[in-house]
């Protein structure tokens, strides 16, 4: 698939490319900073000449379920500028050792939105460990993710991971050695299970809850002065 962003894009505008699988193949959309490529859903990597944009912070791939991962990592770890990736329902059932590739970005995602092409992966190869820059982690949705290898250890800056959706923390959590946030909007997990993460040296400083969990959240407070909690509303209903 041949990008043709100059004829619909200033390459000084650039930001956010947004590569989509499904329906619409061949389209491009551009909105402010974002372009939004509509491809088959058979595409195997990027488009080549991506790496010659140098404006590109962040891409994000929707739907893609037939990604070859391998080679998709090591041409976007030839992008410099690039900081965030995100991975949303691509069917990703086991994640390659070339993920080190990756090791320039700040923010990394794995969303699954629905129930088609859905990631299910359980871990991270130990070269997650090169990503010594990484901040921010996302599995939102990811349930059948089960844990992290003890090579999450080496990721020191990194201070934030979203685990909505899920039901238990993943194992080796608490070797993330300077963890401040938790995003657990529709999780099941319970203020007893994060505890441990507050009463360490380099405690967990906050988490963001949905409502029907607050008050409990909020009780370790007391305990925990230097502790905060967040909520946000997760039913359909508002304030009339």
């Known amino acids: 698939m041949a990008l043709t962003l100059p004829q619909h ?3 000084s505008r650039l930001d956010t490319l947004i590569l989509r699988g499904g329906l619409g193949a061949g389209s491009i959309q551009t909105s402010s900073d974002t372009c939004t490529i509509y491809c088959n859903k058979d595409l195997k990597i990027p488009p080549p000449e991506i790496v010659n944009i140098g404006q590109i912070r962040t ?5 893609c379920p037939n990604l070859d991962l391998a080679q998709t990592f090591l041409m976007l770890g030839d992008m410099p500028n690039l900081k965030k990736v995100q991975f949303n329902s691509c069917n990703i059932i086991q994640l390659p050792p070339e993920i080190w590739a990756l090791y320039r970005l700040r923010i990394l995602e794995f969303v699954n939105e629905g129930y088609l092409d859905n990631n299910e992966f359980v871990t991270f190869p130990a070269e997650i460990s090169q990503i010594e820059q990484l901040k921010e982690l996302s599995l939102s949705g990811n349930r059948h993710f089960q844990g992290f290898p003890s090579e999450i250890a080496r990721l ?5 991971i979203n685990l909505r959706g899920f039901h238990s923390l993943p194992v080796n959590l608490g070797l993330v050695p300077n963890l401040e946030h938790l995003y657990l909007v529709f999780s099941g997990i319970v203020p007893s299970q994060i505890e441990p993460l507050i009463d360490r040296p380099n405690a967990l ?7 029907d969990y607050f008050t409990a959240f909020k009780k370790l407070t007391v305990k925990y002065p230097s502790f905060s909690v967040g909520w946000e509303q997760t039913s359909m209903r508002g304030n009339y």
Do not use: R, W, Y
């Open 59 to 63: 891409i994000k791939f929707a739907f």
């Open 156 to 160: 020191k800056k990194l201070t934030s």
């Open 9 to 11: 894009f200033s390459f």
């Open 205 to 211: 400083k906050s988490v963001t809850v949905g409502e």
